[in-house]
């Protein structure tokens, strides 16, 4: 299955979601760091754009600042990275530990792991929110909390195509 695929099938199919729990872990972490490297790179596009010598008055320290520039770049590209790689395999974590209660009350079958690979897909509207909400005339506290609605709903509606339990006799 291809990336690609799997990107329009989150945004689109929220159904197909569940059947993605399937997949080997390994595909499905490919695609969490796709995203992590999306979040990373928009992150670096705009530090890069937001970094303004100009604005700092003391001469001395403007120079240094020019002088270190090659290794202020590097440095951070690779502490967004790893610092955004925590950040949404803790959200997935989070998210799949909800899930996982979810999945209880509505009484269908799933491993935490099954969730976990469901969660990352679901994500997907989230991640692609926050990171254009800089560009958005809305508070990051909405933003916030309607990423979590949207992640849940998508979790539910992938969860009703999970199996049901069996009635206990």
């Known amino acids: 299955m291809k990336h690609s695929q799997l ?3 989150s945004l689109i ?3 197909k979601l569940a059947a993605y729990r399937l997949l080997p872990i390994g595909k499905v972490i490919q695609y969490t760091f796709l995203l992590v490297s999306f979040v990373t790179v928009f992150s670096f596009g705009r530090f890069t754009a937001g ?3 100009n604005t700092i008055d003391f001469s001395g320290l403007t120079e240094y600042i020019e002088d270190i520039k090659w290794l202020l770049y590097p440095a951070t590209f690779i502490l967004l990275f790893v610092f955004t790689t925590m950040l949404i395999f803790a959200q997935i974590a989070i998210y799949a530990l909800a899930g996982h209660f979810i999945l209880k009350v509505m009484k269908r079958r799933g ?3 099954h969730i976990w690979r469901t969660t990352t897909f679901a994500i997907t509207w989230a ?5 254009l909400s800089e560009y958005l ?3 990051n506290t909405i933003i916030s909390i309607l990423s979590l ?3 849940i709903t998508l979790l539910i ?3 009703t195509k999970y199996p049901k339990q069996p009635i206990a006799k």
């Open 149 to 151: 609605l949207l992640t």
């Open 127 to 131: 991640t692609i929110l926050s990171t």
């Open 51 to 53: 970094v303004s010598i």
């Open 7 to 9: 990107f329009i099938d």
């Open 157 to 159: 509606v992938a969860f």
């Open 137 to 139: 005339p809305i508070s």
């Open 13 to 15: 199919h929220p159904k």
């Open 111 to 113: 491993e935490y792991r």
